[in-house]
């Protein structure tokens, strides 16, 4: 068990070191690919720090250390960690009712929860969230971040931005009037260039190109545009000390929420991140060990000043189509990181922030999920839904909140199919088959059901109810079950109060082809003690005999 455990744990980086050597070669192949996604990763770590109301420094910080520590200690092959714009509604709230100190202290939770979720195997359970779900809060989270960019794609002099949709949009109304639009023609020109980058030069960077062409123009042409100098001033050009933050149990409470909504996000983009990178590369992550490093990740970050951290999609497929070959790739680029702003921070300053609100745009885009809605509105009704509800919720109320009740809706909705899908039918609508009563003698006196589905709270109501058809209470009542592949404990009441109804009436009620494990839960529960162990049988033709056998005994 102790092995087991460990193995699921052990960081993919060991584990691939121990079956594999490890060559100059790779080390080459890695260091280029890393390049290539820290060229990628620079600009928009700093537009999500932005984009969260918090210096960009912030962004590039947790970019270096998680960045480092996700694939030091993560589970994929070519995961890449950092700030992701999922994140930026709720870090925006969480620092602006907190404080940065109440977010460095939710983070740090945040990670706990991550380990804890790790050392309990929660990885594989995140697969149970329903995909509508998934979809829908996604789709709000990339319109609320498409929503955060409206201040600085269009030069609004709004000092602070209020954290919830509709407070944000009477802002915007009430300050459209000061658009400028050199900052507009920036941020759309910008758009452009990523999108003619993408096309006809995919292997470009296009935020890089934006980054750099839009500091050229700002510089050469003297535009009036809000740059990162003239907003926040110079950025640090080296890591700042780790600092821990007081801890009170007061602060523990208040903050406990946020940080259930962080290391919720942080897994299941972390483990959605690690399923699109084995679906590109053929290779299998370790769930498990992919939360324990976003565990460690997201509590040095915390300590190191910066974010909430977590897989990036487009970096980790950046990174694969880069070539690289080992989690080293993940490591060298946080390096290339700390040595761009160890070096370019003078120019980094002169980005101007129509240019990284355009970037987040694109990203906002992109994280949409249009295509994927699409599909769900053609899908039943239930998951549509389940979608628009998601998304509403996570736009106008909460993202915690949003996927708490999206998962509760989706299981309710789920449950009402499988109770009508799950049918308790009398002999003549039953269909031909080997065992099929219409192929037995059925004694006078003596009524046949059958279940067909999973005995559940559900359906309990359903079983008990059939009583209710009968005129004259037959003698022996015959229950078929061997279409039931599971009970819960609402189905094992349901069986007690229809035992204990039909006796009233002298019925007596048989049980037959009850399989195994149903079985078992039947006499944990001394419910085959209540029934009578010869009334609990694992076929109709034993059912039959006992029923013969209890009508002789009346006459």
Do not use: C
């Amino acid at each position: 068990m102790l092995r087991s455990i460990h193995d699921s744990l052990e960081p993919k980086l060991i584990t691939l070191f121990r079956r594999q050597r490890y060559s100059w070669n790779d080390f080459g192949a890695d260091t280029i690919a890393g390049l290539a996604v820290a060229i990628v990763a620079l600009p928009l770590a700093m537009a999500i720090a932005i984009a969260s109301n918090l210096p960009p420094e912030r962004g590039v910080f947790t970019a270096i250390v998680a960045g480092f520590l996700i694939s030091a200690h993560g589970g994929s092959r070519y995961q890449i960690g950092g700030p992701t714009a999922a994140f930026i509604v709720t870090v925006a709230t969480v620092a602006m009712k907190h404080g940065y100190e109440g977010l460095v202290l939710a983070t740090l939770m945040a990670g706990g929860i991550l380990m804890i979720m790790a050392f309990f195997r929660a990885g594989e359970m995140i697969k149970f969230i329903p995909y509508p779900v998934i979809v829908g809060f996604t789709s709000g989270i990339a319109l609320l971040i498409a929503f955060s960019q409206i201040r600085d794609f269009f030069g609004l002099s709004i000092t602070a931005v209020p954290p919830d949709f509709i407070d944000k949009l009477t802002v915007y109304l009430a300050h459209l009037h000061e658009t400028n639009f050199v900052a507009v023609t920036l941020a759309v020109a910008s758009i452009g260039v990523i999108l003619l980058t993408k096309r006809f030069i995919p292997k470009l960077p296009g935020p890089i190109v934006v980054v750099v062409l839009s500091g050229l123009a700002v510089w050469a042409l003297d535009l009036h545009v809000d740059t990162i100098e003239s907003r926040f001033g110079a950025i640090p050009s080296m890591l700042p000390s780790p600092v821990w933050p007081e801890i009170t149990f007061e602060k523990l409470r208040l903050l406990l929420p946020d940080a259930i909504t962080i290391a919720t996000l942080a897994a299941i983009e972390s483990l959605l991140s690690a399923v699109v990178a084995d679906g590109m590369t053929g290779t299998h992550h370790k769930p498990n060990a992919e939360l324990l490093g976003q565990g460690v990740a997201n509590m040095a970050s915390a300590i190191f000043g910066g974010l909430p951290a977590t897989g990036a999609i487009a970096r980790t497929a950046t990174n694969i189509k880069a070539g690289a070959r080992t989690p080293i790739s993940g490591i060298m680029h946080a390096v290339w990181l700390f040595l761009f702003i160890l070096i370019l921070s003078p120019l980094i300053v002169k980005i101007p922030l129509a240019a990284l609100a355009a970037i987040l745009m694109v990203v906002a885009w992109n994280m949409s999920e249009i295509k994927h809605v699409r599909e769900i509105m053609q899908a039943p009704k239930a998951d549509r839904i389940v979608l628009i509800v998601t998304f509403i919720l996570t736009v106008l109320v909460d993202l915690n909140f949003a996927i708490q009740a999206g998962i509760a809706l989706a299981s309710i909705l789920f449950i009402d199919q499988m109770m009508k899908s799950t049918e308790i039918r009398s002999v003549e609508s039953e269909e031909d088959d080997p065992d099929s009563i219409r192929h037995k003698s059925i004694p006078a006196g003596v009524e046949v059901y059958e279940i067909q589905g999973p005995l559940f709270f559900g359906v309990a109501e359903k079983l008990i109810d059939t009583l209710l058809i009968f005129e004259t209470p037959p003698k022996v009542f015959i229950l078929r079950m061997r279409h039931v592949p599971l009970i819960d404990a609402a189905g094992l009441h349901a069986l007690v109060t229809l035992h204990e109804r039909l006796s009233r009436n002298r019925t007596v009620l048989i049980l037959s082809g009850v399989n195994p494990q149903v079985r078992r839960f039947i006499t944990q529960s001394h419910i085959d003690k209540i029934i009578g162990l010869d009334n609990i049988v694992n076929h109709i033709d034993k059912a039959l005999t006992q029923a013969n056998h209890t009508l002789s005994k009346e006459y």
